[in-house]
C-alpha cells in the first residue's frame, strides 16, 4: 500500500531522518577516523534531502514551498561539505602521521 | 622676706635633687668617657651652692624684720641680754624671789601678746598674732585678771615694763606656708609646705656645710673606683705650702728623708697596688669579696653612682629639715632612711655591706611603725598635719599652745611660769564624742563647758585629763620614729653595721645628718610632747648613751669605736631633751656633727692610709700623717667636752656641760637627791667617753707602730685633710659667743626657736608628778658651778685612765690586755655588744625565717600545685577543644567542601574522555533534549502569528 | 499493459521507494560494515542514491551537483584518505558491543524523535496530486544561478509578503563561500603537508617510521622524539641542518 500512497514530504523527511541517524551513530561507533568522516557525510546529506524536500514544488503547494531557496541551501550545504571534508581529512592525515595510527580511540589525549 | 628666704631655701632644697638626677642619666656615659670626676663635680658644685643659699638665706633672716619692729639679729642680740638679766634674776632672787621673777613673767606673757597684737605687718598672719588676737578677743576679761593677779603678789616693781625688759625678750616668728597642694581629702590636706624658723636656717647651714666639706673629701677618698690613670697621684704633702707647715710641726725631722723614699716607694706600690694588668684600668679589686674560684671580685668603678646616692641624700635630709607638716617630714624621713640603704649597701658585692644595709633599713621601718601610729593619733585629734598656721587652718603647735595659754588664763591658781600639760579641746571632740554626747544631755550645756567640766570631774578625782594618755601614746609613737632613725635603744643596732659604707657616708649620714634627723624631730615636736612621754624620752636617752659608752671602750675597729661613740652622743642629746633642755639637746647636736664628722673623716684618712681599719695595727701615725692627727686631737677634747672651766671650751664643753646642767635640773625638780639618774649616769658617761675617745687616738696615733709595714705606707692626701682643717676650726668655736655682734651665735639662735609651750615655762604632768623645768634655771649658778667641775674633773679622769693605758710604755702599754683578762665576764659581755644582735635573732629573726619558710612551704607545695593543675586542665581543655573545634568542625568542613568540590571536578572530568565517538553521542543526546523541550516549550503558532 | 499503466500511474512512489531504499540500505552497509574500504564504497552509493532523491523532488541541477561534488570530489577525497591510511592493522577495527548498544539506543531515540516530527504535521502529511507532477516545470538552473548572483528572477511576480524578505539573492554567501573555499584548501593543503625530519633520528618520512614502530609503547618514545625534533627543526640555523633538507627534499615524496 505504501506504493499507492502519495509520495509527501513527510516521506522525504523520514528518509532524511533515518540517514541522519545512520550518520550519527556511524560517527559514534566507527573507530576508524575516515569511517566518522563518512558518517559526517552521511549527516550531511540527511539534512540536504530535507531542504530539497522542503523547497520541490512537486511534493508543496506553491504557496507552501521553499521554492529555489531550498535547493539554494542544498548547494551552499554541498560545497560546505565538501570544505569540511577536505580540512577533516588534512587532520586525519595529520593525525595519522604523528600518531601513527586512524583508530580515534588513540586520540584521547584531551581526556579529562 | 618670707618669701625670699622660702624660695632660696626651696631652691637649695633641690639643687641636689637636681644633681641626682645628672648624675642618674649621665653618670654611665661619664664613667665610659672617663670623665667620672664630672659627677663628683656636679654635686659638690649642687650642695656648696646651697650651702651659699642657706647662707644666704640666714643673712636675709637677720636683717629680716622681727616682729618687735627691729630686724631679727638686733632681736637676738636683745634675747641674749634679756636672758643674761633673767639669769642675773634668778641667781640673785634665788630661793624668794624667785615666785616673783615668776610672776613677772605673767605679767610680761600679756603685754607681749598686746605688743605683738599691734604690729601686724608681715607678709601673712603670723601664727603667734592671730592666736594672740583671738585669745585676746576672747579673754579679755582674763587679761585684765592676769595684770591682776601680779599685783595680788605685793611686789613693788612696775608690771607695765616695756616688751624689751621683760624675761621673755623678743619673740621670733616662725615662717611656715605651703609651696604647693598635693590633694584636699576632706579635711584633710596633703601639701608640699614649708615651716622655717632660726633651727631650720642653722641646720641649714650645718647640713650644707658639712656635706659640701665630705663632698671635697670623698672626691678624693672614693678614688679607687676610678680607673687607676685618672686617680690623683699621691701627694708629697710636704711640698704642699700649706700642709707643710703641719709637717714642719708634727713630724720629726729625722724622718723627713725617710718619708720622701716612703713617698716614692708608697706611689709605685700604691699603683701597683691597685691596677690589676693594663686591660683593667678599669678595675676596682674588692678584696673583701672572694669568687668562687678563691680570686678576689673584680668590678668596675662606680665613682659616679656614689656622688649620685649622696646627692639624693642630701635632699633628703634639706627636704626633712624644711618640712612644714608631719607627713612631709615622714616622706622625707623614709627618703633619708632609703639614702642611707644605697649608701651603706654602695659595696653591694660584700654580702656584710647588703646585710648591713638591709638592717638599717628593716630597723629603721620598725621606729617608723610607731611613726605612723603617732601620725594617726596626732590627725584625728587635731585635724591637721601641719606644724604652723597656714591662713584660717591652725597648725598643732599653735592649737596646743593656744590649749596651755587658755588653761592658764582660766584657772587663775595656776601660775605660768608652771604649767601643766593640757589637752586641746578638739582632741577631746574628736575622741570622745559618745562622753561629750552624753553629758550634754544630761546637762544641757555647750560642748566646750562639757568639756570643760568633764576634766574639772577628772581632776578632782585625780585622774589625767580625757584625752591625756592618747597625748602621751601620739607623742610616743612619734618618738618610735626616732629611736629608729637616732640608733637608741632597742633600735641601734644598725648603726655599728652601717660603717659597711664608704667612710664619706659614715661622716655625713650617720654622725652628722641622718642620724641627727631623729634628735631634730623631737626638738621640732617638742610642744606636742607630754611630760610623760618626754621622761620615757629621757629614759631611752639614758639607757641608749650608757650602752653606747660602755660598747665602744671594747670595740678595736676605728669605725665602730666612733659608731658607738654616736649611739652615746645621740643618748646624750635625747635625753637632754627628754629632761626639757630644748636648746641643750639641739646645741649638742650641732656641735657634735662637727666634731663627729671629723672624727669620721679623719679616720678615713687614716683608714686610706694605712688601709686597715683595726686599730691594733696602727701606733704612733702622727709622725707620718699629722694633719689628721692633731685634727682629731681638737675632736677628741671636742667631744669628751675639754675646757677651762668658766672661761672658755670647745664647743662640746658648752653642749655636753649645758646637757648635764639640765639633766641636774630635772633631777632637783623632780625631787631626787644631788641630780637623780639622768644626772649621774651621764657623767658617768662622760668619764667613758673620755676614756674610749683617747683610748683612740693613743692606739692610732700615739706610741710605737704595731706594724711596721703599714706604719711605712702611711701618708695622707690634702684633699681629704682640708676639711679636716676647716672642721677642726668648727669644732672649736662653734658654740663660742660672738665677740664681734652680740647675741649671734648658736645658743641664740637655737633659743630664737625655743617653742612657746615651754618658754619659760616649767611643765608640770598631767598624769604622774613629772615636772619638766624651765632651761633657764639650769643656767643658775647654783647648778653650773658644781656641775662644770665634775663634768671637767671627769674628762681628766678620762683621759689620764686612757693615756696610763695606752700611752706609756713598757709594763703599763700592757695594761688593756691585763684589765681585760681580770675582768673578763665583763669585758666579753661588753665585746659581744651586750649581744643585742644574738638577742634580736633569737627573737625576731628566727621566728620570722621559720614562719617564712613554712608559708614558703604552703606557697610551693599548695599554692603552686593548684596553680600547676590548673595550667595542665586549662592546657588539655584547650587542647581538647582545638582537637574539636578547629580540626574536627572547621577543618574538617572547609576539607570536606574541598573534597566535595575536588570529586565533583573529578567526576565531571571523567565527561572529558577525549573519545571523539561519546562526543558524538553527546551531541546527538543534546540535539534530542533540546528538541523535546523545544516541543514542550515553544509554541510556534503564537510566535508566527507576531 | 495496465500493470505498467499502474506502475507508470505510481512511478513518484517506485522510484522514490526505491532511492530511498538503496539511500538507506547502503546508508546501513556504510554503518555495519567493518572493513573501511567497503564503507567508502557503501557511502558512494549511498550518495549517489540521494542525488536520485534530489532528482525526483525536482531538484535536478542540485542532484547533479550532489553527483558532481559530492560523489566525484568529496567522496574521491576520502578514497585517497582511505588509501593513505588503511594499512593492515587499520582495514578492519572492530567497536565495541557496549558501544554498538548504546549508539543503537541514541540514536533510535533520536531517530524516534525525528520521526515523530518527519509526521506530525498535518501539512507535511497532506498528499499532493501526483498527476500535477508532469504539469510542475522545474527548471532550475538558470534561476539558480542567477539567485546566486544577487537577482531573484523566481520571485518577480511574487505577492506574498513573507516571503519577500528573501528577494535580495544570494551574493553574499555566495562570496563568503569562495573565499571560505579558498581558506579551506589552503589550509587543507598546509596541513596535511609532509614534515621534514632532522639528522638524529635518521628517519624521513612517515612510512619508514611505521614501519619501524608499530608497537604502542614506542609510540610514546616516538611522541617525545618527534617533539624533541620538531622543536630542534624550528630552531636549527646550522647549515649543515638546511643542507640536508635541501638534499632531502627531492628524496621526499
Known amino acids: ?112 | 622676706m618670707e618669701n625670699t628666704i622660702s624660695i632660696l631655701l626651696g631652691v637649695a632644697v633641690l639643687l641636689p635633687l637636681g644633681a641626682f638626677f645628672v648624675n642618674l642619666l649621665a653618670g654611665h656615659a661619664l664613667r665610659k668617657k672617663n670623665l667620672s670626676r664630672v659627677a663628683a663635680c656636679i654635686s659638690m658644685g649642687a650642695i656648696v651652692t646651697s650651702a651659699v643659699l642657706s647662707f644666704i638665706s640666714l643673712a636675709v633672716w637677720l636683717q629680716g624684720e622681727n616682729p618687735s619692729g627691729k630686724s631679727n639679729i638686733q632681736a637676738l642680740a636683745e634675747l641674749k641680754e634679756s636672758n643674761a638679766e633673767h639669769l642675773k634674776h634668778l641667781n640673785t632672787g634665788f630661793g624668794g624671789h624667785a615666785e616673783h621673777a615668776e610672776h613677772e613673767e605673767h605679767g610680761a606673757v600679756g603685754h607681749d601678746e598686746h605688743q605683738g597684737h599691734d604690729e601686724t605687718d608681715h607678709d601673712h598672719d603670723s601664727t603667734l598674732n592671730s592666736t594672740t588676737s583671738n585669745r585676746n578677743e576672747q579673754f579679755v576679761a582674763h587679761e585684765d585678771s592676769s595684770e591682776v593677779a601680779p599685783e595680788t603678789g605685793a611686789t613693788e616693781e612696775s608690771h607695765t615694763q616695756p616688751a624689751s625688759d621683760s624675761h621673755h625678750g623678743p619673740q621670733f616668728e616662725p615662717m611656715s606656708g605651703v609651696y604647693y597642694t598635693l590633694g584636699k581629702f576632706g579635711s584633710l590636706a596633703l601639701t608640699i609646705g614649708y615651716y622655717i624658723d632660726s633651727l631650720t636656717l642653722a641646720m641649714f647651714c650645718m647640713v650644707t656645710l658639712i656635706a659640701s666639706l665630705i663632698h671635697l673629701y670623698a672626691y678624693k677618698y672614693m678614688d679607687d673606683e676610678l680607673p687607676s690613670s685618672k686617680r690623683g697621684a699621691a701627694v708629697d704633702c710636704t711640698k704642699n705650702r700649706f700642709l707643710a707647715f703641719f709637717y714642719r710641726f708634727g713630724a720629726g725631722s729625722h724622718d723627713d728623708q725617710d718619708s720622701h723614699d716612703d713617698h716614692d716607694e708608697h706611689d709605685e706600690h700604691d699603683e701597683h697596688d691597685d691596677t690589676d694588668g693594663p686591660e683593667d684600668d678599669f678595675m676596682f679589686v674588692d678584696h673583701e669579696v672572694s669568687m668562687e674560684d678563691g680570686s678576689h671580685c673584680h668590678r668596675t668603678g662606680r665613682y659616679p653612682r656614689f656622688f649620685q646616692a649622696l646627692s639624693l641624700f642630701c635632699f633628703s635630709m634639706l627636704g626633712l629639715v624644711l618640712a612644714g607638716n608631719v607627713a612631709m617630714t615622714f616622706v622625707f624621713w623614709e627618703l633619708v632612711g632609703i639614702c642611707s640603704y644605697f649608701l651603706i649597701g654602695f659595696y653591694v658585692e660584700r654580702k656584710s655591706a647588703s646585710t648591713a644595709a638591709n638592717k638599717a633599713f628593716i630597723v629603721n621601718r620598725v621606729g617608723d611603725f610607731g611613726m605612723i601610729i603617732g601620725l594617726m593619733i596626732f590627725w584625728t585629734g587635731f585635724g591637721t598635719f601641719n606644724y604652723g598656721d597656714d591662713g584660717d587652718e591652725i597648725g598643732l603647735f599653735s592649737q596646743m599652745e593656744g590649749a596651755t595659754v587658755h588653761h592658764v588664763a582660766a584657772h587663775e591658781s595656776v601660775d605660768s611660769a608652771s604649767v601643766p600639760a593640757v589637752v586641746p579641746a578638739k582632741l577631746v571632740t574628736a575622741f570622745y564624742e559618745q562622753e561629750i554626747k552624753d553629758h550634754k544631755t544630761e546637762h544641757g550645756v555647750s560642748t566646750e563647758q562639757a568639756i570643760a567640766d568633764l576634766q574639772h570631774e577628772r581632776a578632782e578625782n585625780g585622774e589625767s585629763p580625757l584625752g591625756y594618755w592618747l597625748m602621751i601614746i601620739g607623742g610616743l609613737g612619734i618618738f618610735c620614729g626616732c629611736i629608729g632613725k637616732s640608733a637608741q635603744f632597742p633600735l641601734h643596732v644598725w648603726l655599728p653595721d652601717a660603717m659597711e659604707g664608704p667612710t664619706p657616708v659614715s661622716a655625713l649620714v650617720h654622725s652628722a645628718t641622718m642620724v641627727a634627723a631623729g634628735v631634730f624631730l623631737v626638738g621640732r615636736f617638742y610642744p606636742m610632747f607630754v611630760p610623760e612621754a618626754l621622761l620615757v624620752i629621757a629614759i631611752i636617752g639614758t639607757i641608749t648613751l650608757f650602752i653606747g659608752a660602755t660598747i665602744a671602750i671594747t670595740a678595736n675597729d676605728i669605725k665602730k669605736v666612733l659608731a658607738y661613740s654616736t649611739i652615746s652622743q645621740l643618748g646624750y642629746m635625747i635625753m637632754a631633751l627628754g629632761a626639757g633642755g630644748w636648746v641643750a639637746g639641739l646645741l649638742h647636736l650641732f656641735t657634735h656633727a662637727f666634731f663627729k664628722s671629723l672624727l669620721f673623716m679623719g679616720s678615713g684618712s687614716v683608714i686610706h692610709a694605712v688601709h686597715t681599719n683595726d686599730m691594733r695595727e696602727m701606733g704612733g701615725l702622727r709622725k707620718k700623717i699629722p694633719v689628721t692627727a692633731y685634727t682629731m686631737f681638737v675632736a677628741c677634747l671636742a667631744i669628751a667636752g675639754a675646757g677651762i672651766p668658766f672661761v672658755i671650751g670647745t664647743s662640746g664643753y658648752y653642749s655636753k656641760d649645758s646637757i648635764l646642767e639640765q639633766a641636774f635640773s630635772w633631777g632637783q625638780q623632780n625631787g631626787f637627791a644631788f641630780g637623780g639618774i639622768f644626772f649621774w649616769v651621764a657623767t658617768a658617761s662622760a668619764a667613758i667617753t673620755a676614756f674610749y675617745m683617747f683610748r683612740m687616738w693613743f692606739m692610732t696615733f700615739a706610741g710605737k707602730p704595731r706594724n711596721e709595714e703599714r706604719y711605712s705606707h702611711a701618708h695622707e692626701y690634702p684633699n681629704m685633710v682640708y676639711p679636716l682643717v676647716i672642721l677642726a676650726v668648727f669644732a672649736i668655736a662653734v658654740a663660742w659667743p660672738n665677740p664681734l655682734h652680740k647675741g649671734f651665735d648658736l645658743s641664740t639662735l637655737l633659743e630664737a626657736s625655743r617653742p612657746a609651750t615651754i618658754s619659760g615655762t616649767t611643765l608640770n604632768g598631767s598624769a604622774s608628778a613629772i615636772v619638766i623645768p624651765d632651761e633657764h634655771l639650769s643656767h643658775m649658778n647654783s647648778i653650773k658651778t658644781p656641775v662644770t667641775l665634775l663634768a671637767t674633773m671627769t674628762g681628766i679622769i678620762g683621759i689620764l685612765l686612757a693615756a696610763f693605758m695606752y700611752v706609756l710604755p713598757g709594763s703599763r702599754g700592757l695594761a688593756a690586755a691585763e684589765m681585760a683578762a681580770k675582768f673578763k665576764p665583763i669585758h666579753n659581755f661588753l665585746l659581744n655588744k651586750w649581744w643585742f644582735d644574738e638577742l634580736y635573732e633569737v627573737i625576731f629573726v628566727k621566728p620570722s625565717q621559720v614562719l617564712g619558710s613554712w608559708i614558703s612551704w604552703i606557697d610551693q607545695n599548695i599554692l603552686d600545685s593548684i596553680i600547676h593543675f590548673c595550667a595542665r586542665a586549662t592546657k588539655a581543655a584547650a587542647r581538647f577543644w582545638e582537637r574539636l573545634a578547629d580540626q574536627i568542625i572547621v577543618d574538617g568542613s572547609v576539607n570536606l567542601m574541598a573534597r566535595w568540590i575536588y570529586q565533583t571536578g573529578v567526576s565531571l572530568r571523567r565527561v572529558q574522555t577525549g573519545s571523539l565517538r561519546q562526543y558524538v553521542l553527546f551531541i546527538v543526546i543534546a540535539a534530542i533534549t533540546v528538541f523535546i523541550l523545544v516541543s514542550f516549550m515553544w509554541d510556534p503558532v503564537s510566535i508566527a502569528g507576531h | 499493459m495496465e500493470l505498467m499503466a499502474v506502475a507508470w500511474a505510481y512511478w513518484h512512489q517506485f522510484f522514490f521507494i526505491i532511492f530511498a531504499g538503496s539511500a538507506v540500505g547502503f546508508g546501513c552497509g556504510v554503518l555495519i560494515s567493518q572493513n573501511i574500504v567497503r564503507m567508502a564504497f557503501y557511502l558512494v552509493l549511498s550518495l549517489g542514491s540521494t542525488a536520485g532523491l534530489f532528482f525526483l523532488a525536482g531538484a535536478e541541477f542540485v542532484g547533479a551537483m550532489q553527483l558532481m561534488i559530492y560523489v566525484g570530489g568529496t567522496m574521491v577525497l576520502l578514497i585517497f584518505g582511505v588509501m593513505l591510511t588503511a594499512q593492515k592493522d587499520f582495514v578492519n577495527m572492530k567497536t565495541h558491543t557496549h558501544d554498538w548498544i548504546l549508539a543503537t539506543v541514541v540514536g533510535g531515540s533520536l531517530l524516534m524523535v525525528l520521526l515523530f516530527a518527519a509526521f506530525g504535521s498535518e501539512d507535511w502529511r497532506s498528499p499532493q496530486d501526483p498527476t500535477d507532477a508532469h504539469v510542475v516545470d522545474t527548471k532550475a538552473a538558470t534561476p539558480l544561478g542567477l539567485a546566486l548572483t544577487g537577482v531573484r528572477v523566481d520571485k518577480l511576480d511574487d505577492t506574498n509578503d513573507k516571503l519577500n524578505q528573501g528577494k535580495s539573492g544570494y551574493l553574499m554567501p555566495f562570496i563568503i563561500i569562495s573565499v571560505h573555499l579558498l581558506v579551506v584548501l589552503i589550509g587543507a593543503a598546509y596541513m596535511a603537508r609532509t614534515k621534514k625530519l632532522s639528522h638524529a633520528t635518521g628517519l624521513r618520512s612517515s612510512r619508514a617510521r611505521l614501519s619501524v614502530f608499530k608497537m604502542e609503547e614506542e609510540d610514546e618514545v616516538l611522541e617525545e622524539e618527534k617533539y624533541v625534533v620538531l622543536r630542534k627543526d624550528k630552531q636549527a640555523k646550522n647549515p649543515l641542518d638546511t643542507n640536508d633538507n635541501n638534499t632531502e627534499n627531492p628524496d621526499e615524496d
Do not use: P
Request: proline residues 0%.
Open chain 1, 1 to 112: 500500500m505504501l506504493l499507492f500512497a502519495t509520495v509527501s514530504v513527510s516521506w522525504y523527511l523520514a528518509v532524511g531522518a533515518i540517514l541522519f541517524v545512520l550518520g550519527a551513530v556511524c560517527m559514534a561507533t566507527k573507530r576508524n577516523l575516515l569511517g566518522v568522516l563518512m558518517g559526517v557525510e552521511l549527516v550531511l546529506n540527511g539534512a540536504n534531502i530535507n531542504f530539497i524536500a522542503f523547497g520541490s514544488r512537486l511534493l508543496r503547494s506553491e504557496g507552501d514551498t521553499l521554492g529555489l531557496d531550498g535547493q539554494l541551501i542544498a548547494l551552499f550545504v554541498i560545497v560546505l561539505a565538501a570544505a569540511e571534508a577536505a580540512v577533516a581529512l588534512a587532520i586525519a592525515l595529520n593525525f595519522y602521521n604523528n600518531h601513527s595510527t586512524i583508530d580515534i580511540d588513540r586520540a584521547n589525549e584531551l581526556k579529562g
